[in-house]
């Protein structure tokens, strides 16, 4: 007599469990180039931020500034797509505590990083600089985004070490990245770039642990 599927969790149909982590790695890879490519041009642009409010931008920095504006939203939308097959990487055993923490803090880092980004196209179209606008879009970038970043590392990080869905040095990788952000993100300049090579790093494991999971078999011819 043949037994159905045990029952509590349900079954996975074939391909899922590839599709899954490449979908992942790819929107990973992808948010973590978008993202460093937009801090990167307006670093350059901008290199004392927005303690530089008083200084006329040229019109090279602002089609620098403009392009960085413009690889936001996408940087956004991969790093929604990262964010949910990130966590069905992790899989059903998940802890509710720190899953919320996980959601709240991805949520709230791509609501600042829009916010900041809004921030700076407004001053980019005004006629006159406007010290607020700068002083307002480089806070919410550097000091509340990059904060909301580091605490999505760090649940990351405890998921996946609770989980075991991540290897020890990765995690510790994690908790530093974590750390850095937390600690250093408003103080030191070019220290936003921790966020996305951390993204990329986790991107490539996930996108290498889901090519190379054994393939489930098919239905006899």
Known sequence: MRQGPP??????????????????????VLFAILLAGAIVLARIALPEGGGAARVAI????????????ELVPFAGIAFLWFMGALRAH???????????????????FVACLFGAAAAAGTVLDA???????????????TTYAMRMA?????????????????????????????????????????????????ALIISVYVLKSGLAAPRPPGPAA
């Open 90 to 108: 992790g899989g059903d055993a998940e802890d509710r505590f720190v899953s919320t923490v996980f959601l709240g803090s991805g949520l709230v």
């Open 150 to 198: 580091a605490v999505f590392v760090l649940a990351t990080s405890t998921i996946g070490r609770r989980l075991g869905v991540f290897p020890r040095p990765l995690v510790l990788l994690g908790t530093l990245a974590g750390l850095v952000l937390l600690v250093v993100g408003s103080s030191v300049p070019w220290s936003e770039l921790v966020f996305p090579a951390w």
């Open 58 to 69: 040229t019109s090279g920095q602002r089609d620098a500034v403009t392009a960085a504006v």
């Open 127 to 141: 006629d006159q600089p406007q010290d607020f606008g700068r002083h307002f879009s480089y806070t919410l970038l």
């Open 7 to 28: 029952t509590g969790r349900p079954t996975t149909p074939p391909g899922q469990s590839l599709s899954t982590p490449r979908m992942a790695g790819l929107a990973g």
